[in-house]
């Protein structure tokens, strides 16, 4: 899962407004995968959930690193080794300190419910 040298491609999975309304007025959205390379995924946690809320699994958290900015709305997900992740809180900007192999510019949280 993590690969520290930030040679990972994330999907980031959206909806967008196609420009077009239905027949009621009602905006009609698409979703457009944009693949970002050379990300840097680090697994954060594995949590097993009992009956949190009606739900029973587990729960995988990580924090992926992006390389240059890119255009993520409220409602994205993430594709990162063919499993779908849901966005966790808000993307923040981050300059890396100096000296740091990785320069990432937006860092997400995000995490995968199985169960």
């Known amino acids: 899962m993590m690969r520290p040298n930030g040679k990972q491609t994330v999907i980031v999975r959206q909806k967008v407004y196609s420009g077009e309304v239905d027949e ?3 905006q009609i959205y698409t979703t457009t995968d944009t693949s970002v390379n050379n990300c840097l995924v680090a697994q954060n946690a594995t949590t097993a959930v009992i009956n949190v809320q009606q739900f029973n699994g587990s729960t995988t958290d990580i924090t992926i690193y992006f390389p240059q900015n890119v255009e993520i709305n409220e409602d994205a997900t993430f594709i990162v080794d063919d499993q779908q992740y849901s966005k966790v ?3 923040i900007s981050w300059v890396s300190q100096k000296g740091s192999p990785i320069k990432p510019k937006l860092v997400v949280n995000a995490n995968l ?3």
């Open 113 to 115: 419910k199985v169960g």
């Open 89 to 91: 809180g808000k993307v």
């Open 24 to 26: 009621y007025g009602n």
